[in-house]
């Protein structure tokens, strides 16, 4: 476990849940609560480089406000210290016609206030992937179905882009799809808000994932929104999970990725495939799901990823935001199958 907070550091905790509203979405015994649990959550000591992963914070089309399971999560991120936040993408819930420049825009601004501040006042970087309801890359004669949603996430992201804290590689064309070296970790994020990486993105990972920074990394991670395979009910059919996914998966197994985060499926989900470790991330907002052929509750979390170890090994914990309690891999099913009948195995306990 992390070492207990000093008082200083609850006190500087205390102040990121009155940035983040939490006073006003809470009771504040509630809060008390939260920032006294945060100290002690079952994390494995924090020894090499430490993320933290979260992804499908959004609620209700349109929304500009959150439910607590996300102030809760993001009140205890900053007592993890992790050295960077991943988000994989459905940060705001656009993907509606009609919802307009200024809403869309709101929607933003209310993601700043109760998420990205609070978490930037605390020092940490954060890098986003774009997801279905953040900047939806779905098109039809050429054209983007929601072209102001991707505006308007182009917007608010390139005037935050040298503020949050990244080391970019390459950051040609974020928030779509760019690559950071942190610390000894290399990530690439691509497009994959939609079904299809489009094929000049498989071009460019190929360059990436084949340079200087990517090669020299301890461990190299790749971050999209819509998954390899399919995890939860609802969403085991075509147009939610990626097409072409074995081709996806041979190029990252060639370029030596060990994983590949997502979200989408808003169920959590730790897989080997092939080479690869799936980091299949629950929801933390609105509408987590059940796992495929399981009837157990569902419910929100938050993934840490550990390097630990000599040489460094990959290690997640997740965390139940409604109890706090840490994740048992062992009482998630071994395995699940799909709808074509497809085995994913559970990843193997580190």
Known sequence: MPPPLGRRQLLSLSGLALGAGLWQVWKPATVRA?????????????????????????????????????????????????????????MVAGQKAGLGRQRLAAMWAGFDRSVLAPLRRAGLPFAPAMGNHDASGASAAGRFLFADDRAEAARFWRARRDSLGLRFVDSGNFPFHYAI????????????????????????????????????????????????????????????????????????????????????QHAYFPARLGQLDLFHLGAMGSGPRRLLGQTTTPFQTLTVLDLVGSPPRLVDTSFDLRTLRRIDPQRLPRSLRDAAGRELQRRPSA
């Open 34 to 90: 939260a920032i006294t649990a945060a100290a002690g959550l079952a994390a494995p000591p924090r020894s090499g480089t430490r993320l933290v992963l979260i992804s499908d914070l959004n609620a209700a089309y349109g929304s500009t406000t959150y439910i607590d399971e996300v102030h809760r999560g993001v009140a205890l991120i900053p007592p993890l210290r992790p050295d960077l936040v991943i988000c994989a993408g459905d």
């Open 181 to 264: 070296r942190q610390d000894d970790v290399f990530v690439l994020v691509w497009d994959a808000s939609t079904a299809q990486v489009p094929a000049e993105q498989w071009r460019w990972a190929e360059r990436i994932l084949a340079g200087p920074a990517a090669r020299s990394a301890s461990r190299r991670l790749v971050v999209g929104h819509l998954p390899l395979r399919a995890v939860s009910q609802g969403r085991d059919r075509p147009g939610e999970v990626l097409a072409q996914a074995a081709a996806l998966q041979q190029l990252l197994e060639r370029h030596g990725v060990e994983g590949y985060v997502s979200g989408h």
